[in-house]
């Protein structure tokens, strides 16, 4: 006796309950004895469904597969499982859970196969649709039943609609193949957004990173993405998707982009940690230390912040302070002499700045969104405001292990790629004085001999940004941190005079080696 059962044991139950027992299924054995035997179903719609049936007494024939007939389209069908039973042990004896090839599913009729990184889904878009399963040889000769786990979607009017318009083969080729992925970003969108609202997430993802693939310039796609992530509340996979969108961005990230992202941060909290080595830090003293004694001995008179988070750096400064993040979260009591721009850093140095920083800033501490252009663009900013005294000081410049480095954040202690600007720096501005410290966890550059007036990096941009922006690794001198300084080094301290008389002179500063 066949049967229909809801929701047992999966975890994708669903709150509907059992209204609406009115679309028709049905499950066709290729019997061993030559005789086909089709049993028929009732299903739900957005329900995981248990469908169970005893194998034919004669058995399976050889090489033939099983056919599961799904109501007729338009609508998804979502096969999670397909289990054999050994009826007297009330055991499962097989389970198939991988449908990667056609030798355990093939999609015929009027329904197509959706790309998925798990379970099988099938989109159905007329009235002969079937799902070919495959049957693995060597079942046992003895009295079986199969359970198959599926879900139809549901029939929204969106979904109905767009199905009909697409229901001619070709048009669903064009948008799921990957030699045919170079489709209208539109019509991807489109789709995925089908695909989502009828339960199939994961093929809507699938869909928009083919879509990346072919349109990689094409931010509504990255934006899509990211909002999957939040709907699905996979809040670090959000993070990820946000900083996907900010990267393509660029300087024109709208304040709606840095809000999204600040409420991905905001719901993971703490984002996941990778291995126990790609966590790891390096360092001869803390970098909030090693700040201090900046702060102590240049004695600032305006300090500028780019990229306050939690104000553990900015509560350093008993000066005047101006601190710029587009997502502050701050949980410290600051001085009164603070003042926060909760704006990007691009939109800061666009508006108030020339205004707030009409007093050139002693010192810049520059730890602002972790990728290799958005540090370059506040350098270069940074500059068009400095005096000859202003000393730069850049966070993240020396990755303990390369994942901390990637691109696409994949680790909790994170740099990024921002080690490249002290790449771009030492070739296209060898004029500037460096001296790079070796700071607890990621190290710090010191920057002096700011120019105002140098436009090299304004003009060799696109030209810095084609050959560095790629996900390259960190060469071994930045991860082995060659000549870098301990933080007692003398040199430091001569640096740190030698700005603090200019700025008493209003000159340029002497001595120092770089």
């Not at 990667?100 to 649709?129: D, H, M, Q, W």
């Not at 350093?316 to 600051?334: K, S, T």
Request: proline share 7%; glycine share 8%.
């Amino acid at each position: 006796m066949s049967k229909t059962q809801l929701n047992e044991k999966h975890p994708c139950s669903s709150p509907h309950g059992s209204a609406g027992l009115n679309l028709q299924a049905s499950v066709v054995f290729s019997a061993a004895s030559g005789i086909e035997e089709r049993v028929a179903f009732s299903l739900i719609r957005d329900a995981w469904q248990k469908i169970s049936t005893p194998v034919p007494v004669s058995g399976l024939a050889r090489e033939k597969p099983l056919c599961f007939i799904p109501p007729v389209g338009p609508g998804v069908v979502n096969i999670a499982a397909v289990n054999f039973v050994d009826n007297a042990l009330g055991e499962r004896i097989l389970s198939i859970h991988e449908f990667g090839g056609e030798e355990f599913a093939a999609v015929k009729g009027t329904a197509l196969r959706v790309p998925s990184r798990e379970n099988l889904i099938v989109l159905v878009t007329g009235s002969e649709p079937v799902v070919e399963i495959g049957v693995p040889a060597g079942l046992p000769d003895r009295p079986l039943q199969i359970d198959i786990w599926v879900k139809l979607s549901r029939d929204t009017d969106d979904c109905h609609d767009i199905l009909r318009s697409l229901s001619d083969m070709a048009n669903w080729r064009s948008l799921l193949l990957p030699e045919n992925a170079g489709s209208a970003p539109g019509k991807l969108m489109k789709f995925a957004k089908v695909l989502e609202n009828a339960g199939c997430p994961d093929c809507a993802v699938t869909v928009l990173e083919r879509g990346i693939e072919s349109h990689p310039e094409e931010g509504g796609l990255y934006e899509a993405l990211a909002e999957l992530a939040m709907k699905r509340r996979d809040w670090a996979e959000a993070v990820k998707r946000r900083q996907d969108v900010a990267a393509l961005q660029g300087e024109k990230a709208s304040a709606l982009v840095y809000r999204r992202l600040d409420e991905a941060y905001k719901k993971q909290k703490y984002f996941p940690k990778g291995e126990p080595e790609e966590e790891m830090g390096v360092g001869d003293l803390d970098k909030y230390r090693m700040l201090a004694i900046i702060h102590h001995d240049l004695a600032p008179e305006l300090y500028l912040e780019i990229g306050v988070q939690l104000g553990k750096s900015l509560v350093l400064a008993d000066c005047e302070a101006i601190g710029v993040d587009p997502m502050p979260q701050i949980d410290l009591d600051l001085f009164e002499n603070v003042r926060i721009m909760d704006l990007s850093s691009d939109d800061f140095f666009a508006g108030p700045a020339a205004v707030l920083l009409n007093k050139k800033p002693d010192m810049v501490f520059i730890d602002g969104m972790h990728l290799f252009e958005y540090a370059l663009r506040d350098f270069m900013n940074v500059e068009k405001f400095a005096g000859a005294h202003t000393l730069a000081v850049i966070d993240d410049i020396f990755p303990a292990h390369p994942a901390q480095a990637e691109r696409r954040r994949k680790t909790r202690a994170w740099t990024g790629d921002v080690w490249k600007l002290y790449k771009v720096l030492q070739q296209y501005r060898p004029d500037l004085f460096f001296l790079p410290i070796n700071t607890f966890p990621t190290g710090l550059l010191l920057i002096a001999g700011l120019k105002p007036g140098n436009e090299t990096l304004s003009e060799k941009y696109e030209e810095i940004l084609a050959g560095y922006t790629s996900d390259m690794q960190p060469p071994e001198d930045i991860l082995q941190r060659k000549g870098v300084l301990p933080p007692t080094h003398p040199a430091i301290e001569e640096l740190l005079n030698a700005l603090k008389d200019a700025r008493e002179r209003n000159d340029k500063p002497e001595g120092g080696a770089s």
